[in-house]
Structure formats: C-alpha cells, structure tokens
C-alpha cells in the first residue's frame, strides 16, 4: 500500500547550489569553446548560462515537497551505491543500462541472494526506495538523450528558418536549457564521491580505519569545503587548465561507457576523502586540491556530454520534412488592432 507521506530517510544533496552552478557554466564554457555553429549561438547570451545554471539545481529542489511519488521517482536518481552492487553479485561492468531492465537485474539478483544488501523499513521507506542501490548512471543516459532529442529539434527550426515559428523556436530553447541544467545536476552528484558510497554520510559497517561515523561529512562537502577554500569557477578553470582531468569522449549514441568510467574515477576516491577527513587535510591545501579535482572533473565531463550531444544532434532533410509533417504549424493569428477614434 502507498502511504501519502514523505520519507524520514537522510537526503543527500551534492555540492549545493553553488557547487551545481558552477559545474554548469563552466561545463557550458567548455561546450562553446568546441562548438561554433550558428545554431547553438543564442546559448552566448548571458541570461542562458544563467539560467541553464540555476535549472541544474532543480532535481533537488523537486524534494521540497512530501510526495512519494515524486520521491519515488527522483530520489535514487542522485546515487549508486557501488558496495550494494557487490553484496548481489554484480558491479559497474554488469549492470544493465536501461532503467527496468537494471530493476528486473536487482530483483533477480535478490532472489539468488536472500537476506543480503538493503532491507527495506516499510514504516520509513514511505517513497519504495529503499530496495535500490540508485539509478544515477541511468539518470545521466536518459537526460543526455532528452538534450539530444531537443538539440535536434532546434537545429530543425532554425533550418526551417521561418520567423513565424519563433515562439516555437523559444520554447524549444527553454526545453534544452531544461535537459542541460538536469543532464548537469546528475553529472555533478556523480562527481561527488560520496554519492556513489553505502558510506554517504558516514562510514557504515567494518571500520577497521576508524573513519568518521558522523553524518555531517556530507553536508562539509557539498558546501563548507567550498565556502571555506573558495572553489568557485575561477577555481574549476584554474584547476582544468593546470591539469585537465582524463576524461575521454564519449560515444555520442551510446554514451553509458563514459558514464560508468565517470562513477569509478568517482568511487575511487571515497576513500582518500575519508582519509582527508581523518588527518584533518580535508580543511588545509590538499582538501583544497582534492574537491577542486572533483568539481573540474564533473565540469569537464559534462562540457563532453554537451558537445557529443550537439554533435551527434543534426538533422537530416528527412528529419526536416518529417518535422514539419507532424508538427501541424500555423501562424499565429495577427494581434488585434484597435479601430481607429472618431472624432468628435
């Protein structure tokens, strides 16, 4: 039975929405340094990046309200727990790309597995998320083609070239700008380690290390370590020009490889940043150098995404002629003009 009330569980947010905003400018810059067509120009104007940046904090701001449904829907979307994945006999290399078919996988997997990984609290988990280890990597390969399917709608437009389908033309633009701030948020939460650890807001189980147990870290990392080194943008640019992060492209159809490669540099670090965190490192210089590497990573990335999208976005003239078939357009109905007074 669905009960009509939010989860208790701790939410886990990453970077903040400072954090977010930055990641997608500076994802944005790397797209534009790449991309000259004409068609992605509109995109210089100020106000876009602005705006772009600003919808990547949206996916956490869906969390203002009580909904399981919506719970349901967005939460796992912002991790994978790569431990759970072991527990079930599966790991980054096997699981299944496609959301349901990663959810069937999960299921079987528990069926040949009784008793071990997550066990669900029926009086907690009021959203039925609890069963899963996280969606993140779907989430990432579903909004990616979101962006491409809209990139390609919009090159289509401006080929058709028609002034009077230009509110068509900004609605389409709105719509990438939604895809590029959602596809940005994902790519940022998976650069965030602690978004791809069972250990997300503190160290769970065996802790021979004697790592800390306390669920703060999480919370220091989205934005204390921020605030306290000052890692903005100028701070992501410094840090790709010095050492860009070894990122290859990726596939522009099949995008999941890229992905997966993206959450293990990620996972791998979960560790180092306990240790940060230990010694106290975290709050001096190489804390300083371990958050800016993950927020460049995140940014350069999704600057990646971006353009592999557009790239892989141009319309063909069966597309056009397509487009048009189905779209059933008509111009807008010239405004009213009001009959001229009579004098008196």
Same mark, same amino acid.
């Given at each position: 039975m669905l009960v009509l009330a939010a989860s208790t569980g701790s939410l886990a947010f990453a970077w903040d929405a400072p954090g977010h905003r930055a990641i997608t400018r500076i994802g944005i810059e790397q797209f534009r340094e790449k991309v000259t067509d004409s068609g992605a120009g509109w995109m210089a104007e100020e106000d876009w990046s602005i705006q772009i940046a600003d919808l990547a904090t949206m996916p956490d701001r869906w969390r203002n309200i009580k909904s399981p449904f919506l719970a349901h829907l967005n939460n796992p979307d912002h991790y994978l727990d790569v431990e759970d994945l072991t527990e079930l006999g599966l790991s980054l290399q096997t699981i299944e790309p496609l959301r349901h078919e990663f959810a069937a996988q999960l299921r079987l997997a528990r069926d040949a597995h009784p008793g071990v990984g997550r066990q669900p609290n029926p009086k907690f988990d009021t959203a039925k998320t609890d069963a899963y280890p996280?969606?993140?990597?779907?989430?990432?390969?579903?909004?990616?083609?979101?962006?491409?399917?809209?990139?390609?709608?919009?090159?289509?437009?401006?080929?058709?070239? *028609?002034?009077?389908?230009?509110?068509?033309v900004q609605a389409v633009r709105m719509a990438v700008a939604m895809a590029m701030g959602s596809l940005s948020h994902f790519v940022g939460d998976c650069a965030q380690p602690l978004h791809t650890t069972r250990h997300h807001h503190g160290w769970v189980g065996e802790n021979p290390n004697d790592y800390t147990?306390?669920?703060?870290?999480?919370?220091?990392?989205?934005?204390?370590?921020?605030?306290?080194?000052?890692?903005?943008?100028?701070?992501?640019?410094?840090?790709i020009k010095a050492?860009?992060?070894?990122?290859? $492209?990726? *596939?522009?159809?099949n995008p999941w490889p890229a992905?997966? $490669?993206?959450?293990?540099?990620?996972?791998?670090?979960?560790?180092?940043?306990?240790?940060?965190?230990?010694?106290?490192?975290?709050?001096?210089?190489?804390?300083?150098?371990?958050?800016?590497?993950?927020?460049? *990573?995140?940014?350069?990335?999704?600057?990646e995404l971006y353009i592999a999208a557009w790239e892989s976005s141009a319309p063909s003239d069966d597309d056009?002629?397509?487009?048009?078939?189905?779209?059933?357009?008509?111009?807008?109905? $010239?405004?009213?003009?009001? $009959?001229?007074?009579?004098p008196r």
């Open positions: 996280g969606f993140l990597p779907q989430a990432i390969c579903e909004n990616y083609a979101k962006l491409q399917s809209n990139f390609k709608t919009l090159r289509v437009l401006e080929k058709l070239n *028609d002034p009077a389908r230009k509110n068509e147990t306390k669920k703060e870290i999480h919370a220091q990392i989205d934005a204390e370590t921020l605030r306290k080194h000052n890692l903005g943008e100028d701070a992501i640019r410094a840090r050492s860009p992060p070894d990122v290859d $492209a990726p *596939d522009p159809v992905v997966i $490669a993206h959450i293990e540099r990620s996972h791998a670090q979960v560790e180092p940043l306990y240790q940060l965190e230990k010694s106290g490192d975290l709050w001096k210089a190489p804390g300083a150098a371990f958050i800016s590497e993950r927020l460049a *990573d995140g940014a350069n990335f999704l600057g056009v002629a397509i487009f048009v078939k189905y779209d059933g357009f008509t111009p807008p109905p $010239a405004p009213a003009t009001s $009959a001229p007074k009579q």
